[in-house]
Nanobody, 123 residues
């Protein structure tokens, strides 16, 4: 089994910073693109940022560009999201996402999701 476990959410005032972490564990053979999504109450889940396996190609949602930074450690099977200058509209449950090739399904990359971590930004 493959698991993604997130940590680092919490409550912060507007203008503050939070850092999220996500670690993949279990029968992980290789990891492709990793990313962070978020879902606010009453809204659809949306992409926040993603990073390719080489770490060289990153993509950001327009409203977080310049404030959030995604990074990864292939050695740790981890992805991180540094969030600065947080705004109340950033309040949401943040989910880690990754394309993972399990040692039990060599040659196939499946999509995995973390359990979500709450980020609340007060005004």
């Amino acid at each position: 089994q493959v698991q993604l476990v997130e940590s680092g959410g919490g409550l912060v005032q507007a203008g503050g910073s939070l850092s999220l972490s996500c670690v993949a564990s279990g029968t992980v053979f290789s990891i492709g693109t990793m990313g962070w999504y978020r879902q606010a109450p009453g809204k659809q889940r949306e992409l926040v940022a993603s990073i390719r396996s080489s770490g060289g190609t990153k993509q950001y949602a327009a409203d977080v560009t310049g404030r959030f930074t995604i990074s990864r450690s292939n050695a740790q099977s981890a992805v991180y999201l540094q969030m600065n200058s947080l705004k109340p509209e950033d309040t949401a449950v943040y989910y880690c996402n990754a394309l993972i090739e399990s040692s039990r399904r060599i040659g196939v990359r499946d999509t995995y999701w973390g359990q979500g971590t709450q980020v609340t930004v007060s005004s």
